[in-house]
């Protein structure tokens, strides 16, 4: 995060709270997902998000993505806050920030052809009117993401998981973002698959210098693509800093029970101790930060641990 | 001693137009005690090939083929007798806690289930027994669980539930399918720890099917690899991740980030796999394989011991991979 450059995208103190079980006899109780969280997403780099599930990732996603409002803290655009974006400014939000989600059999429309879904970017920019351009830059967009130009007549339902994976990645890519927010991309496709998208994510952001929000649960997958990370648990940062340094030096007590639990494909590795497997205790609302190493910071464990399963 | 043995098993699925050949002719043995890791990716037929054998795929799909179990045929068994082995003789732990648990029925409600079925406990011994195994899965507090409604527990405890219910008449063969996909690392790492357990405590055999290779390279002694209805490769989980001989695996095994190599690109698998409604003739991996002779496209290479290696790794492949690569000098993988 060494970086001089301003962020593209900023989360500051962000918190959200769902309510639920609300009935006329009973108020809404409230859960708090995300608590006090801040991070910043640098030009051409890629910030990953790891934690187990109700970490509070996907919000954060939503929430970056302006298609939920924080309960408290404010998203910046290029240091604008996004509840107070002009409507030119706003345009340009929705431009440069784009979004690639876990399932491709759910986020692709099934009655639109490839064509049309890639066209859609688009029509609602009211971009590129005369039909043959726009024709060319849908069979552009189907290149770069290596399909073929002759697939695009095909509904989604045509296409395997990995094809249509890229198809959501063109769609992302046809404004020329700035930002790709990626939850899970990879997680619902197979493993010879897996290896493609990742390898295309990579390609893309050499060439464009489009910056990648990467969510994953996949340690590796994460290590392999990101620049820098940040461990979630229960709603909070607990460590976040430069990938290589996270990695080679885990310090929060979750961090470390994450990489102990995540089996590698070597059949000598040993297996995991129980106790390095307990999970750290929920972070208390009033732990403060510190930095450990250069740019790597760690919310400060409280005491004791706790056994989740 | 071999507990189950697998013989040219084919698995259809007519459809008004064509068929699904989801899995064509396979065979393994299964011994007892034996920790087997089935690998495939998704539309391999690796749990497929599992739901036929437990006869669960009668009314569908067309099964052929002969699978022994504990001297049993098990595919001329009537639904009757079949019903008497499944949940006693073979417990099986599904993917998906949740949507196999009943949402409106109490966990004892449903362990009881397999007691009632396969053992002549009174209603005392039965709940008796449910504790017990409840405390095997180590679950803290059995009575409080068994009161509650699947909603009321985690995904782990779930899925230990499903493993008690799968282990309550002491079966021998165990079959997990992907029983830990679903769940979180950490949860995953104790699931795994808890069924290598039982597999020592109870002496069971167990037959797991996953896609994740770091998974089976963590629990299995033998992994044998699915692609596209076929097996291509088998043996000692060492041989297999050390010295694969089948283009497929060495692929697999390749395209997996490794935390101990990090490379600009990973390798990749050109392609996917072939739809299911085609017959593959000959290596179904051959239109992929940049190693693939003549030879892969038009006949189906058969599982044979590999020459030099180890006791029971055993290869269908035409080529000799390790040569075939030193011959080609360079990594046709490499993006």
Redesign the interface.
């Known amino acids: 995060m060494a970086t001089i450059a301003t962020p593209l995208l900023e989360a500051v103190s962000l918190s959200h709270s769902y309510a639920s079980g609300s009935a006329w006899w009973k108020r809404a109780e409230s859960h708090r997902v995300l608590r006090n969280v801040s991070l910043s997403i640098y030009p051409a780099r890629t910030l990953g998000i790891v934690g187990e599930s109700g970490s509070g990732k996907t919000t954060l996603c939503r929430l970056l993505l302006k298609l939920e409002q924080p309960t408290s803290g404010n998203v910046l655009f290029r240091g604008h806050g996004l509840q107070q974006l002009s409507s030119p400014q706003q345009r340009g939000f929705h431009c440069d920030v784009q979004a690639v989600f876990q399932d491709p059999f759910s986020s692709l429309n099934p009655r639109m052809t490839a064509a049309a879904i890639l066209e859609e970017p688009f029509r609602a920019e009211g971009l590129y009117r005369n039909r043959t351009e726009r024709r060319s830059q849908v069979e552009s967009l189907m290149r770069l993401v290596g399909l073929d130009t002759s697939l695009l007549g095909r509904y989604p339902a045509q296409f395997s998981g990995g094809q249509r994976q890229r198809i959501a990645i063109a769609r992302a890519l046809a404004l020329q973002p700035q930002l790709i927010i990626a939850d899970e991309p990879v997680t619902a496709l197979d493993v010879s698959v897996q290896a493609q998208i990742m390898n295309l994510l990579r390609e893309l952001q050499e060439q464009r210098g489009v910056s990648y929000v990467f969510v994953s649960h996949n340690l590796n997958m994460v290590r392999f693509l990101c620049h820098d990370i940040v461990v979630m648990q229960a709603g909070r940062i607990v460590e976040r800093g430069p990938t290589s340094s996270v990695f080679e030096r885990p310090q929060h007590p979750y961090t470390r029970a994450l990489f102990a639990a995540t089996p590698t494909p070597d059949p000598d590795a040993v297996r995991p101790a129980p106790e390095a497997l307990q999970v750290a205790s929920i972070p208390s609302d009033d732990a403060q930060e510190i930095e450990v190493f250069e740019d790597h910071w760690i919310l400060m464990p409280n005491a004791g641990t706790r056994n989740v399963v | 001693m071999s507990l189950l043995q697998v013989h040219q098993l084919v698995v259809h699925f007519p459809l008004r137009s064509g068929r699904v050949y989801a899995v064509n002719g396979i065979s393994y043995t299964l011994r007892e005690r034996e920790v087997l890791a089935t690998i495939g ?2 539309g391999s037929g690796k749990s497929v090939h599992v739901l036929a054998m437990l006869g669960l795929l009668r009314s569908q799909a067309e099964v052929e083929g002969n699978i022994i179990f504990d001297g049993k045929p098990l595919l001329s068994m009537s639904d009757r007798e079949l019903a008497e082995v499944r949940g006693r003789d073979i417990g099986y732990v599904p993917q998906d806690p949740m949507s196999s648990l009943n949402p409106v029925l109490t966990i004892r409600h449903q362990m009881e289930d397999v007691l009632k079925r396969h053992t002549s406990l009174n209603t005392d011994g039965r709940k008796e027994r449910c504790e017990e195994l409840l405390a095997l899965v ?1 679950i803290k507090d059995p009575r409080r669980v068994l009161t509650q409604y699947p909603h009321q527990l ?4 779930r899925q ?1 539930v499903m493993i008690a219910t799968a282990v309550a008449c002491k079966p021998k063969l165990l079959i997990a399918d992907e029983p830990t996909t679903a769940l ?7 699931i ?2 808890l069924i ?1 357990r039982l597999q020592e405590q109870l002496g069971l055999a167990v037959l797991w099917i996953t ?5 089976a ?2 629990l ?1 002694e033998t992994v044998q690899v699915m692609y596209a209805g076929r097996l291509l490769e088998r043996g000692p ?2 041989s297999i ?2 010295d694969p001989r089948n283009a497929y695996t060495y ?3 390749r ?5 101990t190599s ?1 490379a ?7 392609g ?2 072939p739809p299911s409604t085609l017959f593959p003739i000959g290596d179904p991996f051959a239109p992929r394989n940049p190693f693939a002779t003549e030879r892969c496209f038009a006949e189906m290479p058969p599982l044979v011991q590999v020459d030099g290696g180890a006791r029971g790794h055993e290869v269908a492949a035409w080529y000799d991979l390790p040569k075939a690569i030193a011959l080609r000098g360079d990594d046709p993988w490499q ?1």
């Open positions: 990716e998704s180590g985690s995904g782990g405890m230990r979180d690392v950490t949860v995953q790492s104790r795994i720890d290598l896609h994740d290779l770091a998974v390279a963590s299995a989980v060492r991740f050390r692929g697999l095994l395209s997996t980030p490794n935390p990090i600009n690109r990973l390798p990749q698998m050109k996917q796999l993006p």
